[in-house]
């Protein structure tokens, strides 16, 4: 007798913001519902899906048969894998594209990738005919349990990263922890800084399971699903509580402002991914905290070492290449985060799972800090 292989239930999280309001749908082999799912949703529309390059070659043909499942055709727009992506050329091309193909209002645009693509294509999305609907579907880890989630959509300027954007909710999110498979290991452990980050921020059980399971998130095995999908519910009440970063969303950005400096300084190449930055910036936001009294020194050794343990860079000096000089890192930070009469917004932390928005951080004392970093390289 054959058993017939069939994927598991999905696990669905709602996003909960009204007449925005949409479902994230999370599970190995959720891929092929992609073309019912937006047929239920806004029967009749054509589809454009946005990818990138490496993307494509591993996940466009199953993506347009889900799509064919729902009797979508689905016109293709492929961009350059990569940050250099989310620029205003790349953005053009994409909307010329969509235009071209005559996707209209009551269609649909279909971002299938990381958090460039999705980044991108949502933007698009929200300019094309003053506002195409889109849907994600994240193919890293990064984006199943951050970009994918909560609307925010931008380019890059060359004055910094994400200056050019509006805040787009998708009208689905399909989550299908099988893409992983293909993605290189090291973009996976990027992603799962991310992750981690949800326990840091505002979970300190999840924290602790993630200490406890982290090597069945890699692997592949139910824990993935499980994790991702707290961390998407987690983002969720965050997002539905404060839509556009008027408060609470900002603990969100945990380790980026230290990160988004390092991640400047390595020239947003591949010396530096996204995800590791913000795991080196998480670890000075706990050691920043800890120096000013405000976390006790073992849960800043407690963030690091988990880290540390995924093969995460935690010090500084794990930067390929290196790291900027004290100048050019406090200006990039100015650059990142306004600087208001000498003071800076951070978030920092009480405790694993207690991060807080500090709006009066002193530049000079996030100075002499970096400064002893950069004197024990
Ligand atoms: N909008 C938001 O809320 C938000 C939140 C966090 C990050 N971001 C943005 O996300 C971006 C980073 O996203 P990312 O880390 O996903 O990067 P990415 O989209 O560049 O993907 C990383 C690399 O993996 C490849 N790839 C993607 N999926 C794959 C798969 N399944 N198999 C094999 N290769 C695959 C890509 O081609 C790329 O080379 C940044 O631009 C960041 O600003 C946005
Ligand atoms: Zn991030």
Redesign the pocket.
């Known amino acids: 007798m054959t058993v017939a292989v069939r994927a598991p239930e999905p696990i669905l999280v709602d996003v909960a913001l009204g007449a925005r309001s949409y479902e994230i749908v999370i599970g190995r082999g959720t891929l092929p519902s992609l073309g019912t799912r937006m047929a239920a949703l806004r029967p009749g529309a054509k589809a454009a899906v946005i990818t990138?390059?490496?993307?494509a070659g591993?996940?466009l043909a199953a993506a347009e048969a889900a799509l064919a499942l729902g009797g979508i055709g689905a016109t293709v727009v492929t961009v350059p894998?990569?940050?250099s992506?989310?620029s205003f050329a790349v953005l053009e091309q994409v909307c010329e594209s969509l235009i071209a193909a005559r996707i209209e209002r009551g269609d649909l645009v279909v971002a299938l990738?990381?958090?460039?693509?999705?980044?991108l294509a949502?933007f698009a999305a929200a300019v094309v005919r003053r506002g195409l609907d889109y849907v994600q579907v994240?193919?890293?880890?990064?984006?199943q349990v951050?970009?994918?989630?909560?609307?925010?959509?931008?380019i890059?300027s060359k004055h910094g990263?994400?200056l050019v954007g509006a805040f787009h909710q998708p009208i689905l999110v399909v989550a299908d922890t099988a893409?992983?498979?293909?993605?290189?290991k090291r973009?996976f452990r990027?992603?799962y800084a991310?992750m981690a980050k949800f326990g840091l921020l505002g979970d300190a059980a999840f924290f602790s399971w993630l200490e406890a399971n982290w090597q069945d998130i890699f692997a592949g095995a139910a824990a993935r699903e499980h994790a991702i999908a707290v961390c998407c519910r987690g983002k969720a009440d965050i997002v539905a509580r404060d839509e556009r970063e008027t408060g609470e969303r900002a603990l969100?950005n945990l380790g980026h402002t230290f990160g988004h400096a390092l991640e400047a300084g390595a020239g947003f190449s591949g010396r530096l991914?996204?995800?590791e930055a913000v795991a080196l910036g998480m670890v000075l936001a706990f050691e920043f905290s800890a120096r000013k009294g405000l976390v006790a020194d073992a849960d800043a050794a407690r963030a690091r070492a988990h880290l540390a343990a995924v093969g995460l860079p935690t010090h500084l000096k794990q930067v390929p290449g290196g790291v900027p000089g004290i100048d050019a890192l406090m200006d990039l930070i100015a650059q990142d985060k306004k600087v208001k009469r000498g003071k800076l917004t951070f978030i920092l932390v009480r405790g694993i799972g207690q991060a807080f928005v500090a709006n009066d951080v002193s530049a000079a004392e996030v100075r002499a800090f970096l400064a002893d970093k950069l004197a024990e390289l």
């Open positions: 990138d390059a490496t993307v591993h996940h894998p990569g940050e992506s989310k990738g990381g958090g460039v693509v999705g980044d949502g994240p193919t890293t880890l990064l984006a951050d970009s994918s989630v909560g609307g925010k959509t931008a890059d990263k994400n893409l992983l498979d293909t993605l290189p973009e990027a992603g991310e969100l991914l996204h995800g």
